[in-house]
C-alpha cells in the first residue's frame, strides 16, 4: 500500500475516514492491547492511560467508541491507536487501514519532509527504512554471512527469524548512512531515531550499529522503534548494544516481544518475563508464545502496568547468577505493591542449564520448562526465603536489625497500599521470623516514607471527566441524539436554534454544529462521519456525550434495530428527548438573547476554525 499524506482528519478526509472505520472492529482494536471483560453489551478493562487499579474504561461495539470514565479519555479506534501507540493520525489511519485492507486515497507518494511532519513520524519512518536494510544485509550473500551463521549456531528457525523480523547490520562505518543518502532521506531523522551520528571532526556520519545480529524492537502497533544489536565478534567489548532513547522510544516502558506475545498471554491468562531477547525467541519458538523480554534493564512499574492491562499473573524467569539473583530482588521491590500474582523461577543448577534458551535445546527441554513454571515461588515466598537465608546464623540484636530494615524496605515499597488481609500475612512472618510484636513492625512500615513511583503521575495530556451532574441540558441533547441518530428529526428549526445557542462558547457547541451541518447536507448523523468534521478534542468531547446517553440504558432491553426501523425513535429515548427539550426551552425563555453577544460568540467560532466558515456550520 502507498504511503499515504494525511495532515488532519478534515472533510476531504471523511470518505476514507468513514470506510476505515466502517471496516474496523474498535473491540478488537483494544483488545490487542488491553485485556478486556464483556459485561452486557459492554467490555470493560483497565484504562491504559491513567494508573488505573480498577476497571474503568468501557469499549461499545455499538457505538465504536471507548471512554474511561476517570481520567475522561475517549474517542474512536482511531484515537485509541493514536494515544496508546503515540502516533499521530496518518499514521493512526493507515495502520487500521492495512488491517482492515482498505486503500486509501492518494494525495502525495510520501510524507511531508519540513517542519510540519513530527520528530515521531520521521523517527518512525527512519526505524521502517532502517528495518529494511537490516533486513536485506541478513540475506547478502557477504554481509550477512556472520550474522546467518551466528542464527545457526542459536538454533533460531527460519519462521522465528521471519516473525521476529531479525537482520544484519554489516561490518562497516556507514552502510546505513549511505543507503540513506542514495535513497535520499534526510539524515537528520536517522540521527534523531538514533540510527546514526554525526562525526566529531570532518564531517557527515557514521552508522550506530555495525557488524552486529540486529533485533528490531516494535510498539503494540507492530511498527519499529528501536534496536538490539548483538556483537558478531568476540573483539567489540560490548556482548549487547541497545538505541539509545528516542522521540519513539523509552526503554522502561517497552517489553521486548509484547507485540506478538498479547495474543498468547490473554489466551493463557499469563505472561512469561525473560532477561533477553534469545531467550524470548527460544519461548515462543518452543510454543511458549505468551513470553515477552525486559531490555537489558531492571523490571519498571511502567513494565507492571503493561502487563497488568493483559494478565492478572506474571512469571519471571531470572538466571541463577548473582546478576540474576539482584535482577529478582529489585523486581520485588516493584512489584510488590503492583494488583498481580507475581511468581520468580530461578535458573540454578537443578534444572541442568543457565538460561531459559539452553533448557529450551535439551531433550525433555519443554517438559523441564513447563514444570519450572508450574514450581515457580510466590514473590513474597521468594523475599522471605532470601531474607532468613541472609539472617541465618545471626545473634538475636542483629536479626532484630534485619528484620526491622525489612519492615522499613516494604513500609518504603508499598506495603500500606496493599489489601490489609496480605499486610497482616506479610508481618506475621516477619513476626514468626522474628518474634517482633505485629503491632511493633506495623508501626515501623507505616513510618517509613513511600517511594514515588513512575505510575503515581497522572497521564499527560489528562483531564478529570466531567460528572454526568455537571452536564447542562444542552450537552444531553446532543448526547441523546449521538446515540440514536433519528432523534434529530424530532427537533424543530427554532429547536435547532435554541440548542445552538445553549451550548454556545462551550465544548458541545462544535458537536451541536456539525449534526446542524451533516443533517443539512443529508449525512448520517454517525460517529465516523463527524471524525471527519471535528478536531481531535471536539470528538472526544463527542465521545463523551455519547458514552453517557448510552450508559442511561435505554435502549439496552430493544432488539437493534431493522433498516426498516432505523429511522424510528425508541420510545424511551423519544421521552427522555422531549423531556430535555422542554428542560432546554424554559431555560432558554427565562433568558434574553442578546444579539450583540450571539455576534461575539460567532466571532470567536471563526477564529477558533481559522476564519474559515466552511469547516463550522452555517450560522442560524
Same mark, same amino acid.
Request: charged content about 25%; aromatic content about 6%.
Given at each position: ?18 470506510? #476505515? ?77 492495512? #488491517? ?20 515521531? +513520524? ?38 522465528? #527469524? ?135 534493564? +531492571? ?27 539482584? +535482577? ?212 472526544? $468531547? ?5 458514552? $453517557? ?72
Amino acid at each position: 500500500m502507498p504511503v499515504v499524506s494525511y495532515e488532519s482528519s478534515t472533510m476531504s478526509d471523511r470518505g476514507d475516514i468513514e470506510r #476505515v472505520l466502517g471496516a474496523t472492529d474498535i473491540v478488537r482494536v483494544v483488545r490487542e492491547r488491553v485485556e478486556l471483560k464483556q459485561k452486557g453489551r459492554e467490555w470493560i478493562g483497565l484504562c491504559p492511560f491513567h494508573d488505573d487499579r480498577s476497571p474503568s474504561m468501557y469499549v461499545s461495539p455499538a457505538k465504536q467508541i471507548f471512554k474511561c470514565f476517570a481520567c475522561g479519555a475517549g474517542g474512536d479506534a482511531l484515537t485509541f491507536v493514536q494515544k496508546y501507540d503515540g502516533v499521530e493520525f496518518p499514521q493512526a489511519l493507515q495502520h487500521l487501514a492495512e #488491517v482492515a485492507g482498505v486503500e486509501l486515497t492518494i494525495r502525495g507518494q510520501r510524507q511531508p519532509q519540513g517542519p510540519g511532519r513530527s520528530e515521531r +513520524a520521521a523517527a518512525l519512518e527512519a526505524n521502517a527504512f532502517a528495518q529494511d536494510y537490516f533486513r536485506r544485509c541478513l540475506v547478502h550473500p557477504k554481509a550477512g554471512a556472520e550474522a546467518r551463521a551466528m542464527i545457526e549456531k542459536r538454533g533460531i528457525s527460519q519462521e522465528m #527469524v521471519e516473525t521476529f523480523g531479525i537482520g544484519a547490520a554489516p561490518n562497516g562505518w556507514d552502510g546505513l548512512v549511505q543507503s540513506t543518502l542514495k535513497a535520499g532521506h534526510p539524515v537528520d531523522a536517522f540521527a534523531g531515531a538514533q540510527l546514526v551520528r554525526a562525526r566529531d571532526q570532518g564531517g557527515g556520519h557514521y552508522d550506530v550499529f555495525r557488524h552486529r545480529l540486529m533485533f528490531p524492537i516494535h510498539d503494540q502497533g507492530g511498527r519499529v522503534i528501536a534496536f538490539g544489536g548483538r556483537r558478531l565478534s568476540e573483539d567489540d567489548p560490548a556482548k549487547y548494544l541497545n538505541s539509545p532513547e528516542s522521540p519513539v522510544f523509552k526503554k522502561s516502558g517497552v517489553l521486548y516481544g509484547l507485540w506478538k506475545a498479547s495474543t498468547g498471554i490473554r489466551k493463557t491468562g499469563f505472561c512469561i518475563v525473560t532477561e533477553g531477547y534469545t531467550d524470548t525467541i527460544a519461548c515462543h519458538q518452543a510454543g511458549f508464545t505468551n513470553t515477552v523480554a525486559t531490555l537489558g534493564t +531492571a523490571f519498571t512499574t511502567e513494565h507492571a502496568a503493561l502487563l497488568r492491562r493483559l494478565c492478572s499473573r506474571i512469571v519471571l524467569l531470572f538466571d541463577g547468577d548473582e546478576a540474576g539473583l539482584t +535482577a529478582a530482588d529489585r523486581a520485588v521491590g516493584v512489584l510488590f505493591a503492583e494488583p498481580l500474582d507475581v511468581q520468580i523461577a530461578i535458573l540454578d543448577g537443578s534444572h541442568g542449564a543457565k538460561d531459559p534458551d539452553d533448557l529450551l535445546k535439551l531433550k525433555d527441554g519443554r517438559a523441564r520448562f513447563t514444570q519450572m513454571l508450574e514450581d515457580a515461588e510466590d514473590l513474597l515466598a521468594y523475599r522471605f526465603r532470601r531474607l532468613k537465608e541472609r539472617l541465618e546464623g545471626l545473634g538475636r540484636s542483629a536479626l532484630l536489625q534485619g528484620v526491622e530494615e525489612e519492615v522499613r524496605w516494604l513500609g518504603e515499597h508499598g506495603l500500606r497500599q496493599i489489601e490489609p488481609a496480605r499486610q497482616d500475612q506479610v508481618l506475621a512472618q516477619l513476626g514468626s521470623l522474628s518474634g517482633l510484636d505485629q503491632h511493633r513492625l506495623r508501626e515501623l512500615a507505616l513510618s517509613a516514607p513511600r517511594r514515588a513511583r513512575s505510575s503515581d503521575q497522572p497521564s499527560p495530556g489528562s483531564a478529570p471527566a466531567r460528572r454526568p451532574e455537571e452536564l447542562s441540558a444542552g450537552d444531553k441533547l446532543v448526547g441523546v441524539v449521538l446515540l440514536e441518530p433519528a432523534a434529530w428529526a424530532l427537533l424543530s428549526e427554532d429547536d435547532v436554534t435554541m440548542l445552538r445557542d445553549a451550548v454556545a462558547g462551550s465544548p458541545t457547541e462544535a458537536v451541536a454544529a456539525a449534526l446542524d451541518d451533516l443533517a443539512a447536507d443529508g449525512e448520517p448523523l454517525s460517529m465516523p462521519a463527524l471524525r471527519g468534521q471535528l478536531e481531535e478534542d471536539a470528538f472526544q $468531547w463527542a465521545s463523551t456525550l455519547v458514552a $453517557w446517553a448510552e450508559r442511561q440504558g435505554w435502549t439496552n432491553d430493544q432488539p437493534p434495530p431493522s433498516e426498516a426501523e432505523s429511522k424510528s425513535v425508541a420510545e424511551p429515548v423519544r421521552q427522555a428527548f422531549s423531556g430535555l427539550v422542554r428542560l432546554l426551552a424554559g431555560q432558554h425563555s427565562s433568558q434574553e438573547v442578546d444579539p450583540f453577544e450571539r455576534i461575539r460568540a460567532r466571532r470567536e467560532q471563526l477564529a477558533r476554525f481559522q476564519n474559515d466558515p466552511g469547516r463550522i456550520a452555517r450560522p442560524s
